[in-house]
């Protein structure tokens, strides 16, 4: 029983974890497209924007992985171990 409600929360997490990555990868390009424009670097925008994209998504797809998938599966594992033990 335990193990169906963490199986369902990992389906659930996911759905929301594509959401928030989509969200804030759109975040980040059009961050990094203004400031490309008030740094104005020798770079094409294109080529400014994916460079820096592939340095800074890694730290993103780990803090959201953090935030999204470690914390609450931790939560509602122990609070269902807790619940069952009660």
């Given at each position: 029983?335990?193990?169906?409600?963490?199986?369902?929360?990992?389906?659930?997490?996911?759905?929301?974890?594509?959401?928030?990555?989509?969200?804030?990868?759109?975040?980040?390009?059009?961050?990094?497209?203004?400031?490309?424009?008030?740094?104005?670097?020798?770079?094409?925008?294109?080529?400014?924007?994916?460079?820096?994209?592939?340095?800074?998504?890694?730290?993103?797809?780990?803090?959201?992985?953090?935030?999204?998938?470690?914390?609450p599966l931790t939560v509602l594992t122990i609070t269902l171990f807790a619940l069952d033990l009660a």
């Amino acid at each position: 029983m335990i193990l169906r409600f963490v199986l369902l929360a990992v389906v659930g997490l996911t759905v929301v974890y594509a959401c928030v990555f989509l969200w804030a990868r759109a975040g980040l390009v059009d961050r990094l497209k203004s400031e490309w424009s008030e740094r104005k670097p020798p770079l094409p925008q294109d080529t400014f924007v994916s460079t820096e994209l592939t340095h800074r998504l890694p730290s993103l797809k780990r803090k959201l992985a953090i935030w999204i998938y470690a914390i609450p599966l931790t939560v509602l594992t122990i609070t269902l171990f807790a619940l069952d033990l009660a």
